[in-house]
């Protein structure tokens, strides 16, 4: 065989198995502890798509397969009946039976979600049992990096820089005047989380810089606080890329901010995408984010019930 026969062949293999890893589709659910599943998101083709009525969407008196928009009814097939669930903290993925549709608490609100023979566990709602898929794709679990693992120092000198920047431009633009501190507060990472087992993982993390003066002076001891969340990429061995950063001013209540908490990862072909549950005060939402080197790029964004 010829050098260029070899080289037309690799190319063809390449464009084979990056076409099928385009061209698979499946459908991304929460998994609640309840036993319920609530479909939020597609993936078609390459693209990402609503796959199932928001919170407080659609039919929440008496939902139908037949009454309910979905993926499925726009692709003209069946709700997917088996679906695998895997667990947020790892473990092996636990195939469940869809055997109706109802709809459930969401918050203050309603959800229209697909009941499973799955069992009921203890932990209560918001809390997730997991992510589900209504194929075989692999997921990857999330990890919390634990405090005394050497990467929380790297993320914080990485973060307190831009963090303090970005709290000086928020506050001139919002008029918010910043307490004037000695010694001045210092940055510290609250939440930092990695794919589990991966040692180049992209890191998700949440930041505060806690203020020992109260942000109101008719509640004294509501301190102040600046939180930025955002995402870190490896660059080599050591350094380490901030994306994507958002800024809170705000106190003790936090009402502003928006935290995430990342559920799971899926690897398609060259591309990587997490699934996160984002909270607010009184609400929280499904994400799929996709994690390139060019940045972070959120597909998705669909409300999960709030009050």
Known sequence: ???????????????AVTTLAQSSSFTVAIARPDGYLVPFAAYTNGHWERAWPAA?????????????PSVWRRHGRPVSKT????????????????????????HCGAQVALKTDLQPSKAEHPNKLGVAVDSRQPLVSIEAVPKLDPLWQRAERAVAPTLSQLEAQRAQADRVQLPLETPRPIVQITALYRESRSTNSPLYFVAEKPYRTARAAEEPLCKAVTIMTGWLTREGAEALTLHSPRVFLTDCDAKEVRTAEPLAAIHLSDRLFWILQEHGYEDESYIVAEIARSGI?????????GC
């Open 83 to 106: 679906w695998h669930v895997w667990p947020m903290r790892g473990g092996p993925s636990l195939q469940t039976r869809v055997t109706g549709v109802e709809s459930v608490e969401a």
């Open 56 to 68: 407080d969407e659609g039919n929440v008196d008496k939902p139908t397969f037949e009454n309910t």
């Open 1 to 15: 065989m010829t050098l260029h026969v070899c080289l037309r062949a690799a190319l063809l293999l390449i464009g």
């Open 297 to 305: 790029r959120y597909h998705l964004a669909v409300n999960g019930g």
